[in-house]
């Protein structure tokens, strides 16, 4: 295994940043007494993968980068609340899918009373993000009003996350929501299956699909060596 790649190069494959942001960390079988890998090292990585998802501008994030350099801990508690944030989405999206189609009686993915409770704590925390968001009259033609998250900068982009997950929640199909398949060999990741006949399987078919199939071959050989005496 080499260096874990830098978060600024992970390959977005969620079709939403929400999913985009679950896939910030490794989701497929657990290593041998290992954490698995969360690429959002520090708040540094989390403010370049915030931009790079287009959540926030780069004045934006210059905003936000120097309250955060100032205050550490303000950094910090940013940090802990995006991983929540995650982490809370990930169990309600594993919920969300449905049995596979191949094994219509089986059980879905995720756990339905995590999901509940993680719906709880999203609820706060959108909560809090929409008591700092304003009003904005845009005079444009036709003049609209956007209601605008992040007003507060040590807080910009927990609060533009809460808005993508509440987002994310509310207005996509989630009977489109995927998880790159574990026990075939994938990766674990979450997507938003955008293919017109929902077939897609893979997260990325370039790496998992082909790993996956490589990794079936390699087994068969193995067992096919485990035979002969
Ligand atoms: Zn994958």
């Known amino acids: 295994m080499g260096m874990p790649l830098d978060v600024c190069r992970l390959p977005l494959v969620g079709g939403h940043p929400a999913l985009d ?4 960390v490794e989701r497929g079988a657990p290593l041998d007494g290992e954490p698995p890998h969360d690429y959002l090292t520090d708040a540094s990585a989390l403010l370049r993968w915030t931009v ?3 959540l926030i501008s780069d004045a934006e994030a210059d905003r936000a980068g120097a309250v955060w350099r100032e205050d550490p ?15 809370g989405l990930h169990l309600v999206l594993l919920a ?7 094994d219509p009686d089986g059980p879905g993915e995720g756990d339905p009373i995590a999901a509940g409770a993680a719906l709880v704590r999203l609820h706060e925390r959108w909560s809090g993000a929409a008591a700092r968001a304003t ?11 956007r209601l605008t998250y992040g007003t507060v900068p040590a807080m910009l982009i927990p609060d ?22 574990v026990p075939e060999g994938g990766c674990g990741w979450l997507f938003l299956d955008q293919s017109r006949n ?8 370039a790496d998992c699909g ?20």
Not at 74 to 84: F, H, K, M, P, T
Not at 166 to 175: K, S
């Open 160 to 181: 533009r996350i809460a808005e993508t997950a509440l987002d994310v929640l509310r207005t996509a199909d989630l009977t489109r929501v995927r998880r790159c398949p």
């Open 210 to 229: 082909t790993a996956a199939k490589s990794r079936r071959l390699t087994e068969r050989r193995r067992a096919a060596r485990a035979g002969t005496p």
């Open 21 to 24: 942001l679950v896939n910030t």
């Open 96 to 102: 969300a899918i449905q049995p596979s189609a191949g």
């Open 73 to 87: 801990a303000a950094a910090q508690a940013g940090l802990a609340a995006v991983r929540d944030l995650r982490e």
């Open 135 to 145: 009003l904005v009259l845009d005079r444009g033609d036709p003049p609209r009003i």
């Open 198 to 205: 929902g077939s897609r399987r893979w997260c990325r078919m």
């Open 52 to 54: 790079r998802a287009g």
